[in-house]
């Protein structure tokens, strides 16, 4: 036990996976972590071994794909873990941001965590399509192709910056080389973020379902969450083999198996499931330039949500109306992949639309908005306590009063300037009483966290020294 809290590299690994305090209250939803990184191993381990037979040329791409399912001792097991996995990985980090953005685990202090998930996110992206085009099938052949093209679109060296990608004037072999080095390499700066990403994670730990501090109830990562994570993990397992041995080809496209032709277009060109909602944005805008923005726009807005965010509340929990606007916007994600798997015909383009156009107002002005208006309403109850006065006439007629007032667009307004810009100062009394608060959370320790003094509002620069001479070492961790 010594040796794991003094040596240096086991210190680390005793501080993230041993005696790692997690909040208590966590739930499952808090599993997906561990399932996306067991996911990165996996197609770290099964793609090197896919490499060591797969042949990265035009002619012989499609045919060493069928050697390794047909020859390879086990190949078959190892390739279609390694297709498979591709999307379990897209469904746990799907659900992983969903639980983020329910929970506002984006809010500040997490918002660096959050953005370098955006980045994997879009990372995982490229690494998948890349992926794809590597058994060199007729979507492998015409995916490139549409989705390559799509750089056409940029103003004055769009063109050139398409051949350039292709080595060529078209999806050729050089294309395939490169695709397949880059197929290889990328995964592995994925990890470095996933690092960043955890080490991200260290500094403020998780976050919780009730959205306030979980300092004063937090429980060591081993043996509990080792223990917890484990069981999705094995559930996983059991899925996964469900799905390799029983129906390896559900999740792909059956126009995969033909052998990419030049010479030929196939009736449909459609991305892999976990693509189709970006795809629908894509081709929701007539305008192709616009559709490309749209599109990587459509994963960058992630960023904003820790700046549209305004309630006072961290998370849904407590917040039924914006529930039900998470909800929708969930359905909505749905609809825009449905839509993506159609053709581009009426109505499914007037449905991609109106859901390409609800998907960016939720981050831009639901968001905002419903935070405001439930600001607003929380203000107007406490307020209204002293107004309604056992719910007399008059008082019901002022309470309603204040409450037109407040929540015209007016009023929102003055609401969010005030909440921005208001700086507030607490009595002596008040003062007194949450370093009261503060000390019994401390108990005997006399070491204090920056982190706690923020969040009881004491991180001022009087409370430090206050601190410092009794005695209390604040220390930034
Ligand atoms: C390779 C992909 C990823 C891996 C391996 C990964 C891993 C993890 C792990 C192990 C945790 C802690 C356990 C948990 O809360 O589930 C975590 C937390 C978190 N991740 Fe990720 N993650 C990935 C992608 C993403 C993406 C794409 C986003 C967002 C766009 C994201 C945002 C977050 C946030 C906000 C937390 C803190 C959650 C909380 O404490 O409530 N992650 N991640």
Same mark, same amino acid.
């Given at each position: 036990?010594?040796?794991?809290?003094?040596?240096?590299?086991?210190?680390?690994?005793?501080?993230?996976?041993?005696?790692?305090?997690?909040?208590?209250?966590?739930?499952?939803?808090?599993?997906?972590?561990? &399932?996306?990184?067991?996911?990165?191993?996996?197609?770290?381990?099964?793609?090197?071994?896919?490499?060591?037979?797969?042949?990265?040329?035009?002619?012989?791409?499609?045919?060493?794909?069928?050697?390794?399912?047909?020859?390879?001792?086990?190949?078959?097991?190892?390739?279609?873990?390694?297709?498979?996995?591709?999307?379990?990985?897209?469904?746990?980090?799907?659900?992983?941001?969903?639980?983020?953005?329910?929970?506002?685990?984006?809010?500040?202090?997490?918002?660096?965590?959050?953005?370098?998930?955006?980045?994997?996110?879009?990372?995982?992206?490229?690494?998948?399509?890349?992926?794809?085009?590597?058994?060199?099938?007729?979507?492998?052949?015409?995916?490139?192709?549409?989705?390559?093209?799509?750089?056409?679109?940029?103003?004055?060296?769009?063109?050139?910056?398409?051949?350039?990608?292709?080595?060529?004037?078209?999806?050729?072999?050089?294309?395939?080389?490169?695709?397949?080095?880059?197929?290889?390499?990328?995964?592995?700066?994925?990890?470095?973020?996933?690092?960043?990403?955890?080490?991200?994670?260290?500094?403020?730990?998780?976050?919780? #379902?009730?959205?306030?501090?979980?300092?004063?109830?937090?429980?060591?990562?081993?043996?509990?969450?080792?223990?917890?994570?484990?069981?999705?993990?094995?559930?996983?397992?059991?899925?996964?083999?469900?799905?390799?041995?029983?129906?390896?080809?559900?999740?792909?496209?059956?126009?995969?198996?033909? #052998?990419?032709?030049?010479?030929?277009?196939? #009736?449909?060109?459609?991305?892999?499931?976990?693509?189709?909602?970006?795809?629908?944005?894509?081709?929701?805008?007539?305008?192709?330039?616009?559709?490309?923005?749209?599109?990587?726009?459509?994963?960058?807005?992630? &960023?904003?949500?820790?700046?549209?965010?305004?309630?006072?509340?961290?998370?849904?929990?407590?917040?039924?109306?914006?529930?039900?606007?998470?909800?929708?916007?969930?359905?909505?994600?749905?609809? &825009?992949?449905?839509?993506?798997?159609?053709?581009?015909?009426? #109505?499914?383009?007037?449905?991609?639309?109106?859901?390409?156009?609800?998907?960016?107002?939720?981050?831009?002005?639901?968001?905002?908005?419903?935070?405001?208006?439930?600001?607003?309403?929380?203000?107007?109850?406490?307020?209204?306590?002293?107004?309604?006065?056992?719910?007399?006439?008059?008082?019901?007629?002022?309470?309603?009063?204040?409450?037109?007032?407040?929540?015209?667009?007016?009023?929102?307004?003055?609401?969010?300037?005030?909440?921005?810009?208001?700086?507030?100062?607490?009595?002596?009394?008040?003062?007194?009483?949450?370093?009261?608060?503060?000390?019994?959370?401390?108990?005997?320790?006399?070491?204090?966290?920056?982190?706690?003094?923020?969040?009881?509002?004491?991180?001022?620069?009087?409370?430090?020294?206050?601190?410092?001479?009794?005695?209390?070492?604040?220390?930034?961790?």
């Amino acid at each position: 036990m010594r040796l794991l809290k003094s040596q240096v590299l086991l210190r680390l690994f005793n501080s993230y996976l041993i005696d790692s305090p997690e909040p208590a209250n966590i739930s499952y939803l808090w599993n997906f972590g561990s &399932l996306l990184g067991t996911c990165l191993i996996i197609q770290i381990l099964t793609g090197s071994f896919l490499a060591m037979h797969y042949q990265p040329h035009v002619d012989f791409a499609f045919s060493s794909v069928e050697h390794i399912m047909r020859d390879v001792n086990a190949g078959y097991i190892i390739r279609y873990c390694h297709a498979n996995v591709a999307s379990f990985f897209f469904i746990f980090v799907y659900a992983h941001i969903g639980r983020g953005i329910y929970y506002g685990s984006y809010r500040s202090p997490r918002v660096l965590l959050w953005s370098i998930g955006v980045i994997i996110l879009i990372l995982m992206m490229a690494i998948a399509f890349l992926g794809y085009v590597l058994p060199y099938g007729q979507m492998s052949l015409w995916g490139a192709t549409v989705i390559t093209n799509l750089l056409s679109a940029i103003p004055v060296f769009g063109p050139d910056l398409v051949e350039l990608i292709w080595g060529g004037f078209s999806v050729s072999n050089a294309t395939l080389n490169r695709f397949f080095s880059l197929h290889f390499l990328l995964p592995f700066l994925l990890a470095a973020l996933t690092i960043a990403h955890l080490i991200a994670l260290h500094i403020h730990g998780s976050n919780n #379902p009730n959205g306030v501090t979980s300092n004063t109830d937090r429980i060591a990562f081993h043996p509990y969450f080792m223990f917890k994570d484990l069981v999705t993990i094995f559930l996983f397992f059991l899925v996964l083999s469900i799905l390799v041995f029983y129906y390896p080809n559900l999740l792909g496209h059956s126009d995969n198996y033909i #052998p990419a032709n030049p010479m030929q277009t196939p #009736p449909s060109i459609v991305p892999e499931w976990y693509l189709l909602p970006y795809y629908a944005i894509l081709r929701s805008i007539p305008n192709k330039l616009l559709g490309v923005l749209a599109m990587f726009g459509s994963l960058l807005i992630l &960023l904003i949500l820790p700046l549209t965010d305004v309630s006072r509340i961290r998370g849904l929990t407590f917040r039924p109306a914006m529930k039900l606007f998470f909800w929708a916007f969930v359905v909505n994600f749905f609809i &825009l992949m449905w839509i993506g798997s159609q053709h581009p015909n009426t #109505p499914y383009v007037e449905i991609g639309q109106i859901a390409t156009a609800f998907y960016f107002a939720w981050f831009i002005i639901i968001v905002p908005v419903v935070g405001l208006i439930e600001n607003t309403l929380m203000d107007i109850a406490t307020e209204s306590k002293e107004l309604s006065q056992g719910y007399t006439f008059v008082g019901l007629f002022n309470n309603f009063k204040l409450a037109a007032v407040r929540l015209s667009f007016v009023g929102l307004m003055l609401n969010l300037v005030n909440s921005a810009t208001t700086v507030v100062h607490l009595s002596d009394a008040d003062l007194n009483q949450l370093l009261e608060c503060l000390f019994n959370q401390l108990g005997s320790s006399r070491i204090i966290t920056e982190t706690m003094l923020k969040q009881f509002g004491l991180y001022t620069p009087s409370v430090i020294e206050y601190l410092m001479k009794l005695g209390y070492q604040i220390i930034n961790m």
